[in-house]
């Protein structure tokens, strides 16, 4: 993959679909939200015509509380999962990444006061909206042994959602999709920030 990956999905429609583009403009994924269902399914393409299905990523319970996101491939094969950890936070968002039984990685808020403010910004009706597009979240993505390996960004914007993915360090292939994966499933969890 050429980074930095793009990753977008409007705000105003019906089911979610997120576009992934690598450096080049090029679609390298893309990912459908299944609207109303009792636990989460999202669906992973190679591209925008569905035709070539890569991924399924399944709740393993109906209430979001600790649920874990298996990530299942084409043919069968398990990829990990990720689970938010503890409870929803004002604080600071935090996700792990498993592989196995293990955790793999995992996802944290890089700057957990850009989080408070928007929280308390966030219900002031005018001020709310300014602060959601002015305060950008970003998470950092650490291996199990505490290297970097990716930071994703939000930027403004007010149509759409609109992160940017940069590869800190070199990982495995197998882990950077299974990261890629992860932050996925974690956008849309966390669609209703800035």
């Not at 990530?71 to 409870?87: E, I, L, P, Q, Y």
Request: glycine share 6%; charged share 25%.
């Amino acid at each position: 993959m050429q980074y930095p990956l793009e990753l977008r999905f409007k705000l105003f429609s019906f089911s979610q679909q997120i576009t992934v583009c690598d450096a080049g403009g090029i679609s390298i994924l893309f990912v459908k939200q299944k609207l109303f269902r009792l636990k989460e399914k999202v669906e992973v393409f190679s591209d925008s015509s569905l035709q070539s299905k890569l991924f399924e990523i399944n709740a393993n319970r109906i209430i979001d509380f600790s649920a874990n996101y298996k990530f299942t491939a084409a043919d069968g094969s398990d990829w990990g999962a990720v689970r938010r950890h503890g409870m929803r936070s004002l604080w600071a968002a935090h996700y792990e990444v498993i592989e196995g039984n293990s955790v793999d990685m995992h996802i944290r808020e890089e700057n957990p006061w850009k989080r408070l403010l928007e929280s308390l910004l966030g219900e002031i009706p005018l001020v709310g909206f300014v602060a959601l597009y002015l305060l950008n979240p970003s998470y950092l993505i650490t291996m199990a042994d505490g290297t970097t390996a990716m930071r994703i960004t939000k930027k403004p914007s007010i149509f759409e959602r609109f992160f940017v993915i940069e590869k800190i360090s070199e990982v495995d292939q197998d882990d950077e999709l299974r990261a890629l994966l992860s932050l996925i499933m974690m956008v849309l969890l966390e669609k209703s920030r800035g």
